[in-house]
């Protein structure tokens, strides 16, 4: 019976209008078939749900029963048809996921251009690469990137931009380190389950530099709490208070002498940032047509 939604429909009509015959009107269709699809439910349920007085209808305990479990399908179907009808009317909201580095530095200045791609909203969640690709096996959002290679079963990934982590500073510093130069500043540092920290405290570990006797003075989640740190940083201080940060976090004001970049001579820390989906959504017309457009924004 719950696959066949009018007879309960024609059950909330004759309960709404408390008459036959009100509802045979208010529906289009003749009294015998209102009576007939009541009959049916109550056959159905082998009870009574109705009975007819002289002023208007009253509902059977088991009536009163029915008629509170329709009210709820009513709405949810309601609500259902309305969702359905955003899809048909290309209407909803195509919802990015990002990490810190791309959703707060790279990814704003393109949603304009991908919500004309696709012809509909965007919005976009930020956090640690981890918690995007669980929100996006969550199904939360549609399109994931990130900065850190979280592979999961069930999702496609596919490389996108370059990045480079530089050191950097508030104060002017030398184009080229040495590793002695490493334990003449004062760091502020990621929190721990940072894919970046992981990245950098790897290449320490190549460069034979041992960070754990660096002279931490601060650890901090994001990207844009490293930069606000170092920039709000006393300018003049004995010792550099330095980091190690995307590039792209910062290139603005590198570029306006706000701040200040260094690496170690022949020796990059590059990574790629990642475009990641469902498998399941692999033929879906919305997600191919942004993971297209992004892959045009390579750098």
Known sequence: MLKDFAKLQTFLTVVKEKSFSKASAKLGISQPAVTQQIKFIEEYLDTRIVERKKNGIKLTKEGEDLYRIAVKLEKAINTSQKELLKIINKDFTFILGASYAIGNYVIPTYLGAIKEKINNEVYMHVGLSNEIIDELEDKKIDVALIESPVFRDGI?????????????????????????????????????????????????????????????????????????????????????????????????????????????????????????????????AFVNNVVDFLLTMRM
């Open 156 to 284: 496609i990934y596919r490389e996108w931009m370059e990045d480079e982590l530089v050191l950097f500073s508030n104060q002017p510093l030398p184009k080229y380190l040495k590793k002695e130069d490493f334990f003449t500043f004062d760091w502020v540092c990621r929190d721990e389950n940072s894919h970046t920290r992981k990245l950098v405290s790897e290449a320490f570990e190549e460069l034979e530099i041992d960070c754990s006797t660096f002279n931490v003075i601060g650890v901090v989640q994001s990207p844009t709490a490293v930069k606000e740190t170092i920039m709000r940083s006393p300018k003049d201080a004995e010792r550099p208070i330095v980091s190690v940060i995307s590039r792209h976090v910062i290139e603005d004001e590198i570029a306006e002498g706000k701040l200040y970049e260094s690496r170690m001579r022949n020796f990059r820390v590059h990574r790629k940032f990642y475009i990641a989906y469902s498998k399941e959504r692999k033929h879906d």
